[in-house]
């Protein structure tokens, strides 16, 4: 199975040597390629965008085209800068093509401004030795010095990076730790070994919030948990959350949820966040609740929202949480949740796990999906619903099993998936689609195919199996393609008598009853057409 492979090529163009003196100011300038600012002497200021940069000897910039930047020499001594322009391009293996491509270095997202080194000097010299010379040699040194020198302004990123969230964190995990004490944002720049304002900028990129609203964030969350329990005054709350004023938490509270703290404990309908790779929020809708914050797959559904077609119109006041990346925390505390529902397979905030308890309820993992409709369902006091539910998604599967019995009866089946490189092919057990596929809907599985959930790189198994018919699930077009042209694919029988299955599965989900209907209605569909 191959696949069509590109890789970018970043090539040096020009470096330049630029001695700015005493009081200098250029013009704002546009960047049009991307390019690398070093310096070598004396200190100023450098503007990226309307925002500020201290320059000295032993800084380097990193700027993305189409940058504004200017600079300012406002020290009494010349300033010695090293511009050097670089120009991407991307070659595609497939194709042999070779072309001018806009994707700057991928680590320029993460700090324009990076501590250098005297490496950086050896490798400037040896591309401005290798530049005065057209020689085949000289070009391909040049790209060589180049590419090291990339390596070297990539490590040191990932390792001022890394330091700084690091730092950071441990602020985050003091807030969390003593929210309850009082806590002056003076002392965490302190804590943190930075300046006020530096500080406050790496904290909001990592949070999305500043230090007073996050841990504004983290006292409300905790009140919210103790008003539920409904054992303390709202004086006693106060106090247990950090503030020693029960009128000021009032104000404070209001002013984050939109209510006074005596609505919010007489309100029934709870904020509820999904924090989690399942798509709980099928579940909940089910049971006639819309959550505030649910996981959305964007590069995979072909919806706006990231959710599946059949949920994307009944989530339209659900903020899509991506769940193909961790979540920052203010993707959840910013939306001041009265409950959190979390999987064991999840995510943590801030780099630190969210522990069930309080607002946190861990909804155990299960290979059923009649069990986490009733674990939440506890949780919701819905139990009559989720059994009214279960008991409707008896009956179509049932109903489904009697129109697909003919078929079902044709043979042996096998299910697989083909990724990358790989082809998985499912067992009969620990898997909704397979307890529904081989058990409810009563499709024949081969007395061999004993194994749990799926195996990896299994098409010698499958040919080995020789299955009358294959199902395809959640297979790409090109991994399709892919296969049909591998000799141990071909041998098949199934393929051999065109007894390949391949429905549009990409929405095909059987973890949540909305979803599971969904399925089951196309599936019987399609082999309706078939």
């Not at 309820?361 to 139990?383: C, F, G, M, N, P």
Request: one cysteine or more; hydrophobic letters at 35%; proline letters at 5%.
């Amino acid at each position: 199975m191959n696949q069509e492979m590109t890789m970018t090529v970043y090539i040096p163009l020009q470096l330049k040597n630029h001695c700015f003196q005493r009081g200098f100011r250029s013009k704002p300038l546009t960047f049009r390629r991307p390019s690398i600012v070093f310096v070598v002497n004396g200190t100023g200021i450098i503007f990226i965008n309307q925002k500020s940069h201290f320059l000295k000897s032993g800084v380097t910039i990193i700027l993305n085209p189409d940058d504004h930047v200017q600079f300012i020499n406002d020290s009494s001594n010349e300033m010695e800068l090293q511009l050097l322009h670089y120009q991407p391009f991307r070659f595609n293996a497939s194709n042999q093509t070779f072309a001018a491509a806009e994707v700057p270095l991928d680590f320029t997202r993460c700090m324009p401004v990076i501590s250098s080194s005297s490496l950086v000097d050896s490798f400037l010299t040896k591309i401005k030795t290798a530049t005065g010379n057209d020689e085949r040699q000289y070009q391909v040194k040049r790209q060589l010095y180049f590419s090291e020198l990339i390596l070297h302004l990539h490590s040191l990123i990932e390792i001022e990076s890394s330091a700084i969230d690091d730092t950071i964190s441990k602020t985050i995990t003091y807030m969390e730790e003593n929210y309850a004490k009082p806590i002056s944002m003076s002392e965490l720049p302190r804590m943190a070994g930075m300046t006020q304002s530096s500080y406050c900028r790496a904290f909001k990129k990592k949070t999305g919030m500043t230090p007073g609203q996050y841990l504004t964030r983290i006292r409300i969350l905790k009140a919210k948990e103790l008003m539920m329990d409904r054992k303390s005054t709202l004086r006693q709350i106060a106090v247990q959350v950090g503030y020693q004023d029960e009128l000021y938490f009032s104000r404070i509270f209001k002013k984050t949820e939109g209510m006074s703290p005596s609505l919010y404990t007489q309100r029934k309908d709870k904020k509820i966040a999904i924090i989690s790779k399942y798509l709980l929020q099928d579940h909940l809708l089910a049971l006639g609740i819309e959550p505030i914050a649910a996981p959305a797959y964007p590069r995979y559904y072909d919806t706006p929202s990231g959710f599946p077609s059949y949920l994307h119109k009944r989530l339209q006041s659900t903020v899509p949480l991506n769940a193909e990346r961790e979540p920052s925390p203010s993707d959840v505390l910013s939306l001041s949740p009265d409950w959190i529902f979390k999987t064991e397979v999840s995510y943590s905030l801030a780099g630190r796990p969210l522990e069930p308890g309080g607002n946190t309820l861990l909804i155990s993992h299960s290979t059923s999906w009649e069990q986490y409709l009733r674990d939440i369902a506890v949780r919701l006091d819905k139990k009559k619903t989720a059994e009214r539910l279960i008991h409707k998604m008896t009956a179509l599967e049932k109903k489904a099993q009697t129109t697909l019995a003919p078929l079902a009866r044709q043979g042996t089946w096998a299910i697989v998936r083909l990724l990358p490189n790989d082809l998985r092919l499912y067992g009969v057990k620990d898997h909704a689609f397979t307890d529904l596929f081989y058990r409810r809907l009563q499709f024949k599985a081969d007395e061999r195919l004993t194994h749990s959930y799926y195996e990896s790189n299994a098409l010698h198994k499958l040919g080995s199996l020789d299955p009358d018919n294959v199902l395809i699930l959640w297979s790409e077009p090109r991994e399709i393609e892919a296969i049909q042209v591998e000799e141990a694919w071909q041998q098949l029988k199934a393929v051999q008598n065109n007894r390949i299955f391949i429905p549009d599965s990409k929405e095909w989900d059987p973890w949540g009853p909305i979803g599971r209907e969904y399925m089951i209605q196309s599936m019987v569909k399609f082999f309706q057409l078939s």
